[in-house]
């Protein structure tokens, strides 16, 4: 399956979830697509399994200068922004809401080394800030399918 917000890349022209250490195109949008019985759908997430289903549309956002907010697996100090980090569960979520369920490291990539995500601050929300236990982060795709790698300083 892919869940709404799962990181995306097109391989042979298909949209596929991106793995940790890949490019990527975006992130997933949902999907519309006819079932095998003829009713057109609307969904969050593709399932992955759907038989005989027709005129397949995947959403992607897929500008590579969006800054999502994503959480990490662990505590993130400050004075990080600029540096990068890779994904992880990226095909984790959950068929009732379709929305996706992955994170970030928390650990830095090494300089000169390219890592998936670009750190671009924390996250705003009141009861987010550095060091929390599971910092949330503002991030770029920084292997962006679209655009030249950049890595690490």
């Not at 793995?19 to 969904?43: C, E, H, Q, R, W």
């Not at 662990?74 to 922004?81: D, E, Q």
């Not at 809401?97 to 830095?108: F, H, Q, Y």
């Not at 599971?134 to 991030?139: D, E, K, N, P, R």
Request: glycine share 10%; aromatic share 8%; net charge negative.
């Amino acid at each position: 399956p892919i869940y709404k917000f799962a990181p995306v890349a097109l391989v042979s022209n298909q949209i596929n979830v991106a793995t940790a250490g890949s490019a990527m195109l975006g992130s997933f949008a949902g999907v519309t697509y006819i079932d095998a019985t003829g009713k057109p759908t609307v969904s969050n997430y593709w399932p992955g399994t759907t038989t005989g289903a027709t005129h397949i549309q995947a959403w992607v956002f897929d500008d590579p200068n969006i800054i999502y907010e994503i959480q990490s697996s662990g505590s993130i100090a400050a004075g990080v922004v600029g540096q990068q980090i890779n994904i992880t569960n990226a095909t984790a979520g959950s068929a009732s809401t379709g929305l996706s369920s992955v994170t970030c490291t928390a650990t830095l990539i090494t300089a000169g080394s390219q890592g998936d995500l670009r750190i671009i601050d924390r996250g705003q929300a009141p009861d987010n800030a550095w060091g929390d236990a599971f910092t949330v982060l503002q991030v770029q795709i920084s292997r962006h399918q679209f655009v030249a790698d950049k890595v690490a300083v």
